[in-house]
């Protein structure tokens, strides 16, 4: 393959009013989407608002839906389309425009906020605390997380329904409270707050977010799944609870 002109579809505004507009700008090879982008601004629209930062995958800022399909910019060959295909690029859907395919992400943020951080037990002091092998790793796939938000901005529960962004606190942070309970050392009553605060009973498992997410986490098999099986559990069982944690400290 060698340099081609590849017909565009950008989304143009801001979040009064917005259109697609249609560009061709030249593809070399081994470019990815985030580099097309990078050339129309260069070459025809400067004033183009785009979010980026590392252009490897890792800082989760280039988020936006590419034909439709939520990616990475910077993630996303260009050798995935053909040559003569229309490709579209639209800012992440579930969350406000500011201009052009950066979009407001602060409704993470607040529900980041509203999670207790690691709560280890009275008396216990750092450098005290002692966990096994296997309960450390347990939770190290769900560190991997770049914060893109693509599973946010996936989720039906939100993504169509605006009214459910108080109550929701989405994938990334329903598996950011699955990971606290799962720690030996939490303290904190993590099943109960999922359940009353964080809105785990409105994930109905449809496992859109574990499709873009691009570390590959397994957000709904290895956090969320489990997680309902432990409110579950403690729903029938309130000893339950109160015994893993005994019993795994
Ligand atoms: Fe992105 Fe995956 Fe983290 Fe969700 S869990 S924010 S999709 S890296
Ligand atoms: Fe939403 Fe993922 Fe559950 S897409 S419904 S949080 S499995
Ligand atoms: Fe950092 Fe794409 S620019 S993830």
């Keep these: ?63 936006a839906e590419i034909n439709g399909r939520p990616r990475l910019m910077c993630m996303t060959r260009m050798s995935t389309f053909t040559e003569d295909e229309v490709i579209t690029v639209t800012p992440m859907r579930t969350f406000p425009v500011i201009r052009d395919l950066v979009t407001d992400v602060s409704f993470n943020y ?4 509203e999670i207790p951080s690691f709560a280890p037990p009275e008396g216990v002091a750092p450098g005290e605390y002692r966990m096994q092998q296997v309960d450390v790793e347990r939770s190290q796939e769900f560190r991997k997380c770049i914060e893109c938000f693509l599973c946010q901005n996936t ?35 993590r099943q109960k707050a999922a359940q009353e605060e964080h809105g785990l009973g409105f994930c109905n498992i449809t496992k859109c977010c574990t499709e873009v997410c691009p570390e590959g986490i397994h957000i709904t098999d290895n956090a969320l799944i489990p997680m309902k099986e432990r409110v579950v559990d403690r729903k029938y069982d309130p000893v339950v609870w109160l015994g893993n944690k005994l019993f795994k400290r």
């Design 1 to 63: 393959m060698g340099s081609y002109q590849a017909s565009f579809r950008v989304w143009r505004g801001d979040d009064e009013s917005g259109a697609l507009q249609d560009y061709t700008v030249e593809v070399n090879e081994g470019e990815v989407i985030l580099d097309i982008i990078h050339r129309l601004q260069a070459t025809q629209a400067p004033d183009l608002a785009v979010r980026w930062n590392c252009k490897a995958g890792k800082c989760g800022s280039c988020s």
């Design 155 to 189: 989720c039906h529960v939100v993504r169509d329904h605006e009214e459910n962004k108080k109550s929701f606190a989405g994938p990334r942070f329903l598996m950011r409270v699955a990971e606290l309970d799962m720690h030996p050392l939490d303290a904190k009553d």
């Design 110 to 113: 607040e529900k980041a906020r």
